[in-house]
């Protein structure tokens, strides 16, 4: 679905690699790394500074830039609610592609596991976990082919993160979405991710199988970041 | 009966300054000297631009006024374009902003007889709405400056989702347009009550009558409402774009944002 040619944008360089339709990937490394950068370049909110990209097989610049954001899903680390209700929120992609008619708000909220009373909540009023579950509903009201994941429970407690991983879980397998995830929680990684890609000092240093990557990690780099 | 202040009694004025003077000097607030400094600036500046006026009320309007109130323009214009310096194309959009402000408001006052065209009447009034509009387009600079920065995840939030970058700016030239727009609706609504406005008392000590001087403080107040409005309004809508680059990117430093200048 995506293949990465020699793209360098620091702090990343000359990164490579293919990711194919319903591979769950889960992308990890120190702080710094690159991640949220290489997360970017998937839906271009940043652009390399060299290398190619391609989406679908032909180069990403090949793609309307909307049309792209829509098929490629970002949730970011902090839910970043608009002002109003959490209907509001939902509508927002779907209304900028005049595809609002054809979704069911009652089933995105069901997808993130909210009941349907949510839609007329203003968004201020929801705890921390609510809002993060709206705002991947809102991701997913775009019905994006993959879906882009910025350490979605970084900001939340144990039991609230837990609760969204559930969620993500069920969701993925339901919905049968390409999933790129960065998390710096290797439980989680293990639960919901089967490839992983290990970025170390701007360059992929491993990408493999999770299991085998965090049992057997067959770099040096990747050794002293799970002892961590 | 305008009453005349003679020179000698404008000698006095300096008690007005001796009092800020000795307080700076016994409570050491190390501001003598710029209270000293901007005391006489000021003075000069007021008795030279009494003199520029007195000269630019003699001449005939049509040479007068374009001459002043082009001077105003491009002083505003300058002034304006520090609060948003690493901006492209600050200066001409500003100018421009201005420009349309000064030449409608201007347009009104003579199209519906509110005003003369005379110098001695189209300048200070014209320098009031310049005034007025180019302060507002500074805090509007500003403010937009600070609503991109605070609100940088709900714009990538919005690219994100396939928005626009108008549509991605919505919120942010709503609350600028809000802010810019909110104290002059206060001031209005307390117009007279709270202090009487500048230009009211100025006429009314001039010995004109005040119901009169009423009527030309609306002409005016209205006038700077209105223009205070547009003048957010024009920098706001022209200025949001050069905040994202042609890939639809938010611009996040301000090389990135010099490099668009080019």
């Known amino acids: ?228 | 009966m305008s009453p005349e202040i003679s020179n000698q009694s404008l000698l006095f004025l300096i008690v007005f300054v001796l009092i800020p003077l000795s307080l700076s000097y016994f409570y050491q607030l190390g501001m003598s000297k710029s209270i000293l400094w901007s005391s006489i600036r000021g003075t000069v500046q007021l008795f030279a631009i009494g003199y520029i006026l007195t000269y630019l009320f003699d001449l005939p309007p049509g040479v007068g006024i374009p001459l002043m109130v082009g001077i105003m323009l491009i002083i505003a214009t300058f002034h304006a374009r520090q609060k948003g310096k690493e901006l492209p194309h600050v200066l001409p959009v500003i100018f421009s902003g201005l420009l349309i402000v000064e030449v409608s408001v201007l347009f009104m006052w003579l199209a519906f007889d509110m005003v003369e065209f005379a110098p001695s009447e189209v300048i200070p009034m014209s320098g009031m709405v310049i005034g007025n509009s180019m302060v507002a387009m500074g805090l509007s600079l500003e403010r937009m400056k600070n609503e991109f920065k605070q609100n940088n995840g709900q714009l990538l939030a919005a690219l994100s989702l396939g928005a626009e970058p108008k549509q991605a700016s919505h919120l942010i030239v709503r609350n600028t347009l809000n802010a810019a727009l909110i104290p002059n609706v206060d001031r209005i609504k307390t117009i007279g009550l709270v202090q009487l406005p500048g230009m009211m008392t100025g006429l009314i000590l001039g010995g004109v009558d005040p119901v009169m001087a009423i009527k030309y403080q609306l002409v005016i107040s209205l006038s700077i409402f209105s223009s205070v409005s547009i003048s957010a309004m024009f920098v706001t809508i022209f200025m949001y774009r050069y905040f994202f680059n042609e890939h639809k990117q938010l611009i996040e430093s301000e090389e990135e944002m010099e490099s668009q200048r080019s």
Do not use: C
């Open chain 1, 1 to 228: 679905m995506f293949r990465f040619e020699n793209v360098s944008q620091p702090p990343l360089q000359h990164v490579s690699f293919t990711i194919e339709e319903r591979d769950k990937v889960i992308l990890f490394g120190p702080s710094g790394a690159g991640k949220s950068t290489l997360l970017y370049l998937f839906n271009r909110l940043r652009d390399p500074e060299e290398g190619s990209i391609y989406f679908q097989g032909d180069p990403i610049e090949d793609h309307p830039i909307s049309s792209l954001r829509k098929k490629v899903g970002l949730v970011l680390q902090a839910p970043h609610l608009f002002p109003g209700t959490v209907l509001d929120n939902l509508k927002y992609g779907p209304a900028l592609f005049n595809e609002w008619d054809q979704r069911d708000p009652k089933k995105l909220l069901e997808y993130v596991q909210l009941p349907s009373s949510f839609l007329e909540r203003e968004v201020d009023q929801l705890s921390g976990g609510e809002q993060q579950r709206v705002s991947l509903a809102r991701t997913l009201a775009n019905e994006p082919d993959m879906l882009l994941l910025d350490e979605p429970t970084s900001a939340l407690d144990n039991r609230t993160a837990e609760d969204i991983e559930d969620v993500l879980e069920s969701l993925i397998e339901e919905q049968q979405l390409t999933m790129l995830m960065v998390t710096h929680n290797m439980r989680q990684a293990r639960r919901l991710g089967n490839r992983g890609l290990f970025i170390s000092d701007g360059a992929l240093q491993e990408d493999g199988r999770i299991p085998d990557m965090l049992d057997a990690p067959s770099t040096e780099a990747l050794s002293q970041f799970l002892e961590q």
